[in-house]
T-cell receptor, first 110, second 114 residues
């Protein structure tokens, strides 16, 4: 089988840094993606890691360790608009398919 | 406008009725996907398609049928709706083997089965 584990909820204040961890167990692993979803909205793509290491895109960074089956999304300089759910998703080589974790709800407080 | 659209956005139907959810994309992406998202949960893959006339099952295909006669359209049919199929349905598309740009999601269809 396959599974992804991520915390259900994180609360932080504006300007803070939040790290959302994701551990996975799967076969046919190709890479790890992260998606953001605001309440009532559609998921939007944030990042993709295929190799070990850190990928930085503005205030957001994503990390992958294939040997540890672990990744994280780092949100820096938090803003109110970052309040949303964040999903890690395993990319399966066959068929471009995604398997999503249950999501982490991030609440940013003033 | 270019993009991925879904219709209807909201649908209420009765148990046992057939329902078709539409998905249309203008990018000519090879891959298209259908997901369902239940309240407070992640997305689960129902069906996907690698190209026109090529479809395959995802994690939760039972009770659903798909077709893809044209690259840009990927309708999802619930043959005989059940209350457990009450959910938000998202269609997505992606370029062939372009993991770095991810999947593009439509706005979703909120389906209620009474």
């Amino acid at each position: 089988g396959q599974s992804l584990e991520q915390p259900s909820e994180v609360t932080a204040v504006e300007g803070a840094i939040v790290q959302i961890n994701c551990t996975y167990q799967t076969s046919g692993f190709y890479g790890l993606s992260w998606y953001q979803q605001h309440d009532g909205g559609a998921p939007t793509f944030l990042s993709y890691n295929a190799l070990d290491g850190l990928e930085e895109t503005g205030r957001f960074s994503s990390f992958l360790s294939r040997s540890d089956s672990y990744g994280y999304l780092l949100l820096q300089e938090l803003q109110m608009k970052d309040s949303a759910s964040y999903f890690c998703a395993v990319v399966k080589a066959a068929g471009n398919k995604l398997t999503f974790g249950g999501g982490t709800r991030v609440l940013v407080k003033p | 406008d270019a993009g991925i659209t879904q219709s209807p956005r909201y649908k209420i139907t009765e148990t046992g009725r057939q329902v078709t959810l539409m998905c249309h994309q203008t990018w000519s992406h090879s891959y298209m996907f259908w997901y369902r998202q239940d309240l407070g949960h992640g997305l689960r893959l129902i069906y996907y398609s690698a190209a026109a006339d090529i479809t395959d099952k995802g994690e939760v295909p039972d009770g659903y049928v798909v077709s893809r006669s044209k690259t840009e359209n990927f309708p999802l049919t619930l043959e005989s709706a059940t209350r457990s199929q009450t959910s938000v349905y998202f269609c997505a598309s992606s370029e062939a083997v372009r993991y770095t740009s991810g999947q593009y999601f439509g706005p979703g269809t909120r389906l209620t089965v009474t």
